[in-house]
């Protein structure tokens, strides 16, 4: 059964960075494409970014394009979440997910089949 365990979330202040973490288990990801999700409250899940595991290609949302790198460590099974420069609008609860279905990626959150409990990351401003 696929797991997924993100971490790494907490309170910042703008300007700062954090890494995100998300261990995964239970299949093989090289045939899976990996992406991140947020929740600011009172707003619907968000598309962050995702990464093909197998070739390492990745895409954006605007909101992340620029600040944040997603990236795969493929001996440790974890994908990360380099975020930088981070804004107070970047609160939110952040998730990952795993497709096995649109292995080349999506932005949607309906064709993920997997997901993560949540991290919250707070930014003060």
């Known amino acids: 059964q696929v797991q997924l365990v993100e971490s790494g979330g907490g309170l910042v202040q703008a300007g700062g960075s954090l890494r995100l973490s998300c261990a995964a288990s239970g299949s093989t990801f090289s045939n899976y494409a990996m992406g991140w999700f947020r929740q600011a409250p009172g707003k619907e899940r968000a598309f962050v970014a995702v990464?093909?595991?197998?070739?390492?290609?990745?895409y954006y949302s605007h909101s992340g394009k620029g600040r944040f790198t997603i990236s795969r460590d493929n001996a440790k099974n974890t994908m990360y979440l380099q975020m930088n420069s981070l804004e107070p609008e970047d609160t939110a609860v952040y998730y990952c997910?795993?497709?096995?279905?649109?292995?080349?990626?999506?932005?949607?959150?309906?064709?993920?089949?997997?997901w993560g409990q949540g991290t919250q990351v707070t930014v003060s401003s």
């Open positions: 997910a795993a497709s096995a279905r649109y292995v080349a990626g999506s932005g949607f959150e309906h064709d993920y089949d997997y």
């Open positions: 990464i093909n595991w197998r070739s390492g290609n990745t």
